[in-house]
């Protein structure tokens, strides 16, 4: 079986997939803040058609199947227009193959040309110690720290951690 990871712009056409494996990713604590019944297709395609324009949406795909998704997001305020927000989701039974790897490094190419992004922000949860190395891998750097932030299922809090990489 062929295991070449393609990444490609995401269409609306996506919206469906992605919002069904961020709604099936979110089961697992911890790692995603959102509940799966906070998740909807519209809002899926609706950023995808934004960014198109505004940043950018990519999807990572094992022959022809999304097994990921990434953005950059600019700020909402001309102030921070600057500041771009990532996010990244690896889907179920997609970890560890280099599929968040190929993501990351597709976003990076798109920023190095794209002057206005001067600054990648995200949060990700203490407990997530996969995104935390990919992160660190990539230059990100820890910011702050909230904790007991995030309620678990369980009741037990974790903390959210604020990691950023500075492009210029």
Request: aromatic share 8%.
């Amino acid at each position: 079986m062929n295991q070449e990871i393609a990444v490609r712009n995401a269409l609306p056409a996506d919206a469906a997939v992605l919002c069904l494996a961020e709604q099936e990713t979110s089961r697992t604590p911890g790692l995603l803040i959102s509940q799966p019944h906070e998740f909807s297709e519209a809002a899926f395609r609706s950023k995808i058609v934004w960014l198109a324009d505004a940043g950018i949406y990519l999807v990572a795909e094992i022959n022809g199947k999304p097994v990921g998704h990434a953005l950059l997001e600019p700020m909402p305020l001309d102030s921070m227009s600057h500041v771009f927000s990532l996010t990244i989701v690896v889907h179920p039974g997609y970890t560890r193959r280099g599929v968040g790897t190929h993501l990351m490094t597709a976003l990076f190419d798109w920023a190095a040309h794209h002057p206005h992004v001067e600054k990648i922000e995200l949060r990700v949860r203490e407990s997530n110690a996969v995104a935390l190395r990919l992160y660190q891998r990539f230059g990100f750097v820890e910011e702050g720290r909230v904790e007991k932030c995030i309620k678990l299922p369980d009741g037990n809090c974790l903390a959210d951690i604020s990691m950023a990489r500075f492009l210029i």
